[in-house]
């Protein structure tokens, strides 16, 4: 080998052995001084490339690309997790989806009536016949508390009874199937002493012999059925002793007019306002709740299987609700509110002592009774079952007036009611009792 040739392998072999070396990144980025030559910034830095593996060996290659791969294992790793929770979060969403959708059709098929889908059919044909329907259109609504259902005339002046003859009930349709109809007149026990026949039939009669103490009648004033959300619970309707209908009338109309017997249209129109208004509503019930002499009931009856621990539930958070919206009609720092008392709080622990166990079947009948000093009696009927006639019971009673005074706002009054339909007919009844002098009584209320 020629010396220059050995001169030219010493220079080269500090610069072999540089380049063998691994570096520390794939880019190198070297500042250059700017000079005039080069006036533009983006010029000042140049990226070298790295060295070719075809200088460094094939292990020396592979070494350096494990080395300075981006897709290494912890990316590669973490790229595999977030991939996996991306369709986890696919599949959470499609599961819910799913189950909701599930859900929403076992609803629809649960609540869908197809009694009442018969019924509208059956309606089509009559009218499409012009005919007049005798009877009750199906086997549901063909019988009521073990008699015969007829339905007399057609149009607004038809009539519904139960029964023939003397012993005859005029019912009023309810607009469900499950529970058809509602009587117009009940009977009720003057005293809650003992145990009495609580129902449709008058005193010592064919159907309710010997029977004297079931001697006060009732008339409905209007009804309606209490939904939540969209599943119906009950149907549930106002009654009024008939011989208070009179004093009733005197006070919705003194209401409106003081100097009044009975109401023109336009005073008709303030009355339905005042009973429908959230604030005027509590005060025009309120008052006419603290009347002394004036007996009340509401009627309940299940649309399905229930028990007593929803219906505790309901009257209970009904009273919660009107407390905390006397307290806010109060205002803030008031005094205490007649609601917060020990006696109050004892009370509504007695209400709920009443409904404790116990199933509510389906057309079972329930009833809450205020008397003239507005105690409350709970009475109970079950289900009739076949030709045996049910006797109704009481379950108990609380002394307390002001617990039935808002269990009856509960429905009657406020922003939000328990029922809208109910306190849209008690309304309409009480419109229809006040356009009507006072002291004229009329049992068929509409």
């Known amino acids: ?78 790229a595999w997790v977030e991939k996996r929770h991306y369709h986890m979060r696919r599949m959470r969403f499609a599961g819910m989806g799913l189950l909701l959708s599930i859900g929403g059709l076992a609803m629809v098929i649960y609540n869908l009536d197809l009694d009442d889908i018969q019924q509208a059919e059956e309606e089509r044909k009559r009218k499409r016949t012009g005919g007049l329907q005798l009877e009750a259109p199906d086997e549901a609504n063909a019988m009521f508390q073990g008699k015969e259902v007829h339905i007399i005339g057609a149009g607004e002046d038809k009539r519904i009874v139960a029964g023939q003859g003397s012993e005859e ?31 449709t039939a008058s005193p010592n009669s064919q159907d309710n012999p010997g029977n004297l103490g079931n001697n006060e009648e009732y008339t409905l004033v209007g009804l309606g059925i209490r939904t939540v959300m969209w599943i119906q619970v009950y149907v549930v309707g106002m009654y009024v002793r008939t011989k208070d209908i009179s004093t009733m009338q005197e006070k919705l109309i003194h209401n409106v007019n003081p100097t009044a017997s009975t109401l023109i249209p336009s005073e008709k129109d303030g009355l339905r306002h005042k009973l429908l208004d959230p604030e005027q509503s509590r005060e025009t019930w309120s008052e006419l709740l603290k009347t002394p002499g004036i007996k009340t009931a509401w009627r309940m009856s299940p649309t399905r299987n229930t028990d007593f621990g929803h219906l505790r539930d309901g009257f209970v958070n009904g009273i919660n609700k009107g407390k905390a919206e006397h307290r806010q009609l109060m205002g803030p720092g008031s005094a205490e509110s007649e609601f917060d008392s020990e006696e109050f709080g004892s009370a509504v622990q007695q209400l709920r002592a009443i409904f404790t166990g116990g199933k509510a079947l389906k057309q079972s009948i329930l009833i809450l009774a205020r008397d003239e000093m507005g105690k409350l009696d709970v009475l109970y009927q079950p289900k009739p079952e076949g030709s045996k006639k049910a006797v109704m019971e009481r379950l108990g009673s609380v002394g307390d007036e002001r617990v039935g005074r808002l269990i009856w706002l509960g429905y009657l ?22 356009s009507r002098p006072v002291g004229s009584v009329e049992t068929r209320v509409i």
Do not use: W
């Open 169 to 199: 009930v005029d019912l009023v349709e309810t607009g469900t199937s499950h529970v058809p109809h509602f009587p117009r007149v009940i009977f009720l026990p003057a005293s809650s002493a003992g145990q009495a026949t609580v129902g």
């Open 1 to 78: 080998m020629s010396a220059p040739t050995r001169q030219a392998m010493r220079f080269l072999s500090p610069r072999l052995q540089h380049l063998g070396r691994p570096q520390p990144s794939t880019s190198v980025r070297q500042i250059r001084h700017a000079s005039g030559r080069y006036s533009s910034p983006s010029k000042r830095t140049v990226t070298t490339s790295p060295p070719s593996s075809s200088l460094l060996g094939p292990e020396a290659a592979t070494a350096a690309q494990v080395q300075h791969n981006p897709l290494d294992a912890r990316a590669a790793r973490l």
């Open 413 to 434: 009054a406020g922003s939000k009611v328990s029922s809208p339909s109910a306190r849209e007919g008690v309304v309409q009844g009480c419109v229809e009792f006040a």
